[in-house]
């Protein structure tokens, strides 16, 4: 039974290049969340996806980052024109369905990371 | 807004030595305390978790009670062993939310 997935695990970009961060969730989750970790601190909520739908971006940058989670394939972390400030490890947690009440959520289970460097 | 602090590492050990990380929190309700570990190349797992005053989470020989007085959920194990090598995590959650409140992490590393 194969865990969270995220690739690649290290990632390298020169300021103002694209960054395309991958996370298949374990199977039969259907919601995604994903985490950034900056040097030194904690990991900070970013988004929260469903299949199709993005249900909560407040810890998400306004500005060049976007997510998605197709109704096939992995969910998607995008980061356009990249700046040094965006090196950090990017962590991606699955989890399986939540109660529609809303008062009930699942542990959430974490991929490796992807680890970005902005050169 | 709600924050976890915890002790800053790394950490090195000797085998069979005890090993203590620091926790404390800072929120405006009683959210539920987790740790996490994350060992070299692996996502970060569950290790154990508390959910209201005084419970007490244990796990792998690891164990932290929640101490609501003190805001605190330390980590400790009496005995690691070289495996128990890996990040370790204090996180706190709210029962009806899904974001999770990280901790920025402890590297232990135990030597044989």
């Known amino acids: 039974n194969a865990g969270v997935m995220q690739n690649p695990r290290h990632l390298v970009r020169r300021r103002g290049q694209e960054a395309r961060l991958r996370c298949s969730p374990m199977?039969?989750?259907?919601?995604v969340y994903w985490y950034r970790q900056l040097p030194e601190e904690g990991l900070k909520f970013m988004v929260y996806l469903q299949k199709e739908n993005i249900i909560d971006e407040s810890g998400m940058p306004k500005e060049r980052f976007s997510a998605e989670f197709p109704k096939e394939g992995p969910s998607i972390l995008r980061i356009q024109q990249v700046v040094r400030g965006d090196s950090a490890a990017y962590f991606c947690?699955?989890?399986?369905?939540?109660?529609?009440?809303?008062?009930?959520?699942?542990?959430?289970?974490f991929g490796p990371g992807t680890r970005l460097t902005v050169t | 807004g709600d924050s976890v602090t915890q002790m800053e590492g790394p950490v090195t050990l000797s085998e069979e030595a005890f090993l203590t990380i620091n926790c404390t929190y800072t929120a405006t309700g009683y959210p539920s305390l987790f740790w996490y570990v994350q060992y070299p190349g692996e996502g970060l797992q569950l290790l154990l978790k508390?959910?209201?005053?005084?419970d007490k989470g244990s796990n792998k020989g690891f164990e932290a009670t929640y101490r609501k007085e003190t805001t605190s959920f330390h980590l400790e194990k009496g005995s690691v062993q070289v495996s128990d090598s890996a990040v370790y995590f204090c996180a706190l959650r709210y029962p009806s939310d899904y974001k999770l409140s990280f901790g920025a992490g402890t590297t232990v590393t135990v030597r044989a």
């Open positions: 508390a959910t209201k005053a005084d």
């Open positions: 199977k039969g989750h259907s919601h």
């Open positions: 947690a699955s989890s399986p369905f939540v109660s529609q009440s809303g008062t009930h959520y699942y542990e959430q289970y």
